[in-house]
């Protein structure tokens, strides 16, 4: 297989343009086929591009020359045309995040494994030279024994983004407000490199917008090591801020969309504390130097092109239906804490948490800590 027939599901909204554009540009795919619930749009697109416009997913399904798709839908629909996908045979890449629930996420894990088919999910961070190298250090014990983690993802977005279309700000529609759409990116990055919290005490709210969904959101979270670490996510701060920071025994790394910066003290916290005996308020000289490769970027090409080497390689793609389920499962992890009141640990229960959404369906709203 020179290269992969792709079909994407989903091409006329923002994302999806993006997918045909780049799947169009990769040099390991070939777009084969769109499909999409708005046909006009869909029609126009397949004329401009040259490519074949199926009104129904079935029938893209069910092309040969097709070996896989591409979902940007919004994420509610994931679930049941993975499922039709593997079911035809088709490999699927998905945009972020994986499904509307994690029980959802479970189905389409299992559906590709049973079926012997690639899952993978577009979080093209991990795919950045500077995220790969912080990964690699910190799994090496770069940072010594992890004391404390942190995430900041704050932006703003106005009314008018959620009146943009009916689903954005529904639990129905959405599933899941700042957590799911804005922040999910980086909380898969946060947890690919600190690791995944065993715990999660929650609180969620919606502060200014005239939506059902959370527009804020901060947990506390413990790991098994017994570190802690804090989570926070907004849609109504300006100036956007992102920062994560990962502190250990040795050292602590802090990343910025601007930069990354590597904090070293004179020698190890805990020989430090240990040997200094003459001034209880001593702390060691400590040097700060960037990360010895600059920050970069990475976008849906990489995600692509990485996608379609794994199937013609015969190997995973970067990040797998299982791997790509764990954000998906600590940001519903936080709403299920913040609406019962209390700690929730991994893997949370999965009637519980489809039990909560169907309530705040029902009534419309975020239960907050006052309800």
Not at 206 to 231: C, F, K, P, R, W
């Amino acid at each position: 297989m020179d290269t992969v027939g792709l079909g994407v599901v989903g091409p006329s909204g923002v994302i999806g343009q993006k997918h045909v554009a780049e799947v169009a540009a990769s040099p390991y795919a070939k777009l084969v086929a769109i499909h999409d619930m708005n046909q006009d749009a869909a029609r126009e697109q397949a004329d401009e591009l040259g490519t074949k416009h199926y009104p129904e997913l079935k029938t893209l399904l069910a092309d040969p020359k097709i070996d896989a798709i591409t979902i940007a839908t919004p994420h509610p629909t994931h679930r049941n045309i993975a499922l039709q996908a593997f079911e035809a045979g088709k490999h699927v890449l998905t945009e972020k995040p994986l499904a509307a629930s994690p029980a959802e996420s479970d189905e389409m894990v299992k559906a590709a494994r049973d079926a012997g088919l690639t899952l993978g999910v577009v979080y093209q961070n991990r795919l950045r030279p500077d995220a790969i190298r912080v990964k690699q250090l910190i799994d090496e014990g770069y940072l010594g024994k992890l004391y404390r983690t942190s995430i900041i993802m704050a932006s703003f977005r106005a009314q008018s983004y959620y009146d943009s279309a009916p689903w954005r700000g529904t639990w129905k529609g959405e599933g899941g407000g700042a957590l799911f759409n804005q922040g999910v990116h980086y909380l898969d990055l946060f947890q690919w490199l600190g690791g995944m919290p065993v715990s999660v005490m929650g609180q969620a709210g919606t502060l200014m917008h005239n939506i059902e969904v959370e527009d804020s959101a901060s947990a506390l979270v413990g790991y098994a090591s017994g570190a802690q670490g804090y989570i926070h996510c907004n849609t109504v701060q300006t100036p956007s801020d992102t920062r994560m920071e990962f502190w250990g025994e040795r050292r602590g790394i802090v990343i910025t969309d601007d930069d990354i910066t590597v904090y070293e003290p004179e020698v190890g916290l805990l020989e430090f504390s240990k040997r200094e005996r003459g001034n209880p308020f001593a702390k060691p000289t400590l040097t700060t130097s960037a990360l010895d490769v600059p920050i970069t970027s990475a976008d849906h090409q990489d995600a692509i092109d990485d996608f379609a080497l794994a199937i013609t390689e015969g190997r995973e793609p970067a990040v797998t239906g299982h791997e790509g389920a764990k954000s998906l499962e600590l940001a519903s992890a936080i709403i299920l804490s913040s609406c019962r009141r209390q700690t929730v640990y991994l893997p949370i229960n999965r009637v519980d948490y489809d039990e909560l959404v169907g309530e705040l369906a029902e009534r419309g709203s975020l239960f907050t800590q006052g309800a």
